[in-house]
């Protein structure tokens, strides 16, 4: 059993590049998260997945978009990175709702220059 | 929506020494708390939660106390050992589909 797996690890942008960044789940849940982290900030949601077919907006949505491909798999992309984009983002996922709370991914380190 | 405060933002102990960390919560309609353990460069993982129910749960060395009239639930770690040192992050949702809404976190520092 992988849980929830991120890729990639590690990422360096320019300034205006695009990217993806993929998520998958193993677990059979329902719903699925994407947060970024940042020091002294914790996490803070950027897009979520209550079920296959729905995404939401969360806290910090700007320069940001989201697809749930499947029940698996939950990827965020950034269109036109900038600076202040630069984070460790975590993917995570849970059973209907937060029943038994978050399993997160690995986490994924990006870099804007 | 909801708002989560946690305090302090950073903890030292001496090693065998009690930990106490609170976190205030405003949604009054908020009923599922958990806490997350985040060791250096690894992900979050969920070492305790805590739903409306109940005021008090433990877990070995590990408990956490809630009370929904004033809003605030509490990590207490006793006989803390240096494998404890880490950032720890409380949070807060309502049942169903809504996410959970972190506090910033506080760095505990165990000091052998």
């Known amino acids: 059993n992988a849980g929830v797996t991120q890729t990639p690890k590690f990422q360096v942008l320019k300034t205006g590049q695009s990217m993806t960044l993929q998520c998958a789940q193993d677990?059979?849940?329902?719903?699925m998260y994407w947060y970024r982290q940042d020091p002294g900030m914790g996490l803070r949601l950027i897009y979520y997945?209550?079920?296959?077919?729905?995404?939401d907006k969360g806290e910090v949505p700007n320069g940001y978009n989201v697809s749930r491909l499947n029940k698996r798999e939950f990827s965020l992309r950034l269109e036109s990175a900038a600076p202040s984009q630069t984070s460790v983002y975590f993917c995570?996922?849970?059973?209907?709702?937060?029943?038994?709370?978050?399993?997160f991914g690995s986490g994924t380190r990006l870099t804007v220059v | 929506g909801e708002n989560v405060e946690q305090h302090p933002s950073t903890l030292s102990v001496q090693e065998g020494d009690s930990a106490v960390i609170k976190c205030t919560y405003s949604d009054s309609a908020s009923n599922y708390f958990p806490w997350y353990k985040q060791e250096l460069g690894k992900r979050p993982q969920l070492i305790i939660d805590?739903?409306?129910?109940?005021g008090e749960k433990k877990d070995q060395r590990i408990a956490v106390t809630l009370n929904k009239t004033a809003k605030h639930f509490s990590l207490h770690i006793t006989e803390t050992q240096p494998e404890d040192s880490a950032v720890y992050f409380c949070?807060?949702?309502?049942?169903?589909?809504?996410?959970?809404?972190f506090g910033k976190g506080t760095r505990l520092s165990v000091i052998a």
């Open positions: 997945s209550a079920s296959e077919g729905t995404t």
């Open positions: 995570a996922s849970s059973e209907e709702g937060t029943l038994g709370g978050y399993t």
């Open positions: 677990m059979n849940h329902n719903s």
């Open positions: 949070a807060a949702s309502k049942s169903g589909n809504t996410p959970l809404v």
């Open positions: 805590i739903r409306s129910n109940v």
